[in-house]
């Protein structure tokens, strides 16, 4: 078995591959102040209950954006398994990085663009619902060729609430129309209708300036909303960062 892990800001994704076949999979809140011991006792419960020997791990492979928690991951990881993690970087990623500041690339990013490469070739269009949105545009050589970041839904509507006294959490779910008649109404059409229209419009922008993207693929935790509400989105593809870690662990043993 290999685990994989995307460790993002906010939640850390942690998936299990038994050869190509995705077995198991775990969402977690990113926590900066767990210490080694605690992640390996954290890991070990997790494989525990869920009836997955930790010594069947044969390999582990991480993708991270939190650079504090090297450390904890590596000696952690290594506590339950005996082995080495390996860390996707922009220095090991094996794919061209044709952007000005190729070691700003996040690690996240570089697994997307090796996933959605492998899964539909390219020129394609990855947009991950993450923290962060992130826009990846793949080359059809596998080459990661730059993108957009935008707010994600959820954080700018908690900001939108927490400065504005006579605002209330609300539920994002897609209004069946544009004309709020509550403060809830509102807030949904304004929000997530907003924000679809933003991701459709930045998917037209990458279209009118790279005619020659095939396919636009969405993954990440919002993911599945954004793409049953855009046309402009050709498939939505769960946990395809943690395919693409798997995929780059495969290709740096060649």
Not at 154 to 181: C, F, M, N, Y
Not at 237 to 243: A, K
Request: hydrophobic letters at 45%; proline letters at 4%.
């Amino acid at each position: 078995m290999i685990l994989v892990g995307d460790v993002g800001n906010t939640q850390t994704v942690l998936g299990l591959f038994d050869g190509d076949d995705f077995i198991e999979h775990w969402r977690l809140t990113t926590d900066r102040n767990r210490t080694c011991d605690e992640l390996a006792i954290f890991v070990r419960r997790l494989l525990k209950d869920s009836n997955h020997p930790a010594d069947g791990v044969r390999a582990v492979a991480l993708s991270s954006v939190v650079p504090s928690l090297y450390r904890t991951l590596h000696g952690g990881l290594q506590k339950v398994f005996g082995i080495e993690p390996q860390f996707l970087t922009p220095e090991n990623s094996g794919i061209r990085l044709d952007v000005k500041e190729r070691l700003a690339v996040g690690a996240d990013r570089i697994a997307n663009t090796i996933a959605a490469h492998e899964h539909v070739g390219g020129p394609c269009l990855v947009i991950d619902f993450g923290t962060a949105t992130n826009f990846d545009l793949v080359g059809g050589d596998g080459a990661f060729l730059g993108g957009a970041i935008a707010p994600e839904m959820q954080i700018a509507a908690r900001g939108l609430i927490e400065r504005a006294a006579q605002l209330h959490s609300v539920s994002l779910d897609v209004p069946s129309t544009v004309l709020g008649k509550t403060t809830t109404e509102n807030l949904q059409s304004g929000i997530v209708l907003g924000f679809l229209d933003l991701v459709d419009g930045l998917i037209r922008r990458f279209r009118a300036e790279i005619p020659e993207i095939e396919r636009v693929i969405a993954t990440g935790g919002k993911a599945e909303l954004f793409a049953d509400n855009l046309t402009s989105i050709d498939e939505y593809v769960p946990f395809l960062t943690l395919r693409g870690l798997k995929a780059w662990l495969a290709l740096s043993k060649r």
